[in-house]
Structures are given as C-alpha cells and as structure tokens.
C-alpha cells in the first residue's frame, strides 16, 4: 500500500474539517476525486489507462494509505490492484492542489447557507467590482451580487460604493455555483428598510398592506393599524420625518409617501393620489376601474411627474 505523510494527510483533514466547520466526509471525497483524477492523467500519459474500465480509490482514513483498483466495465468480480509505483508522492501534489479548492467550495457554501434564513432582510455592502453588467458586492464574510435587472437606472456603483441592498434571494447554477442574489429595485427592500427603522412595524402592530415603487423615483406605500391609538402613517414618519428620511437615504434619496390604508376603494384612491385635492372619484366595482376627476388648479399634482403620482396610484390600490 502507498503510503501517505499522516502528518500531511489525516492530521490536515482533520484540521481543515475543525478549523473551517466542514464536514470531514466533504473533505475526504474531494481528496478521493482529486487522486482518482491524478492517476487517471498519468495512467493516460502513460499508455496504461483503459478506457472499458472502471477506477477507485481505496483511502485509508487514519494512515493515509492509497489503493488504486481497476476492473473491466461491469466485471467487479475481476477488480485488481492497480496502483503505480511512487504513485504517493504525484496523489499528495495534486491531491492538496484539488482538496484546497474544493475546500474552498465547501467553505464558500457553508457561509451562504448561513445567509439563507436572511433572504428579504436588508444587508449593507460596499462595491468591489464589475462582472460584466452584473456588480460584486462584499457584505461581510462573502459576496453577493447585483444583476442588471436589480439596478436603479443611473444609480452610483463605483468601487468603494456604499449601499443597503435587499437579499432577494440564493440560486444555483453549473456556470456559476450558488450565489447570493441582491437587489435595489425590489419593493420589499422598501419593506425591509421600514420594518429596521419601524418597531411597530417589526412587531406587527403596523401592517403594510400594499406598495407601488418606481425604484429610484417614488414609492407609495398604504399602511393600517392593529391596534387601536396607533397612528400607523405617524408610526412611519417618526417624530420630525426621522424615521422615514433614514429610509429614503438608504434608498439614495428616492421620494416616499406613507398613505393611510383604507378599505373603502374611494378613501384609498383619494389618499393614494395625495398632494392632489378635492378629487372626485367615480367607481365601478364590477370591472374594479375607477375614474377621477382633478380641479384644474391640481391636475398637475394628481399626474405628478412623467405620470408617477397616477402610475404609482394605481398599482397601489
């Protein structure tokens, strides 16, 4: 048998395993792949390599002993030793080469699971780089990053930038492994930056029943109270805007308006298409429309913008 260094070999596992709070049985795979992968390499280079055949590696866990055994494809009854000579000292070079990449793999997956249970929450992060049309960004023990359909138009991602961004979510690809996914557009980054700067919010005595956003632009938002004596839109201002103006600086100046939620479509109309008054509105429950009226003196206001106000009215209610 092939004898590894235990000094390099198990004692390593074992650290790397305790140190970086992996799974030994990850580490000890990925030492088996990378030796299996070493002699199959030099098997080919060498003319010795048979392609009906099948390959695996005995690995002893304690010593750090190494076997290779071969069998022709479906006979494993015919498995024979088939380890080179020196063949410890070429598995230990290549192995270390492999199992420290695939350590890091495991590491890397490790840390984002950790990440899972803070999807929809908010995380601050700094720009290190542009992958494309796509952003990197560090949020403390790895990254996540940004895709283009996530960005503000014309928003700032310098490297070295600065910003709150939502965890939107965690995906999986062959091309790019798991990553962590962050967004600037997302409503619910609204949402989550309300319920960190809102306590009656995080304790649910405050709902928000329903929000529009133009990410960058405006963002409406209806609330309602479950409890009685709670104002819930001065619960979202704060005394003196305080709470509400540390929401729009997360969202780099993005205006906000915090409407009372109202069952009554007429009432909700009405306060979604504040600063304009003395509106008059027309509904017609059966096909959910409404029409409204504007005096001429706040026509402008209940248009708003490009059209936001009434855009961002209507998505609201």
Known sequence: MTQLSRTEFSTAVAELARERSIDPEVVLSSIEEAILAAFVRDAQEEGSFHEDWEYRVSLDNETGGVKIYGFPEGKPDQEVEVTPPGFGRIATQTAKQVILQKVREAEKSAIIDDYQDKVGSVIRGTVIRQDGRRVVVDIGRTYGVLPLSEQIPGEDYSIGVKLNFLIKEITQSEERGRQIILSRTS??????????????????????????RQAGV?????????????????????????????????????????????PDPEKLIAAALLPAEDLVIDLDQEEKKAKVSAPEDQLSLAIGKDGQNVRLAAKLT
Do not use: H, M, W
């Not at 619910?188 to 529009?212: G, H, S």
């Not at 819930?232 to 993005?254: H, N, W, Y």
């Open 187 to 212: 409503s619910d980054l609204v949402k989550a930056l309300f319920r960190r700067e809102v306590p009656e919010i995080n304790n649910n005595t405050v709902e928000i029943r329903a929000i529009a």
């Open 218 to 262: 405006r963002t409406k938002l209806a609330v309602y109270s479950n409890r009685r004596g709670v104002d819930p839109v001065g619960a979202c201002v704060g005394q003196k805007g305080v709470r509400v103006a540390e929401v729009i600086k997360a969202l780099g100046g993005e205006k906000v308006d915090v409407i009372q939620f109202s």
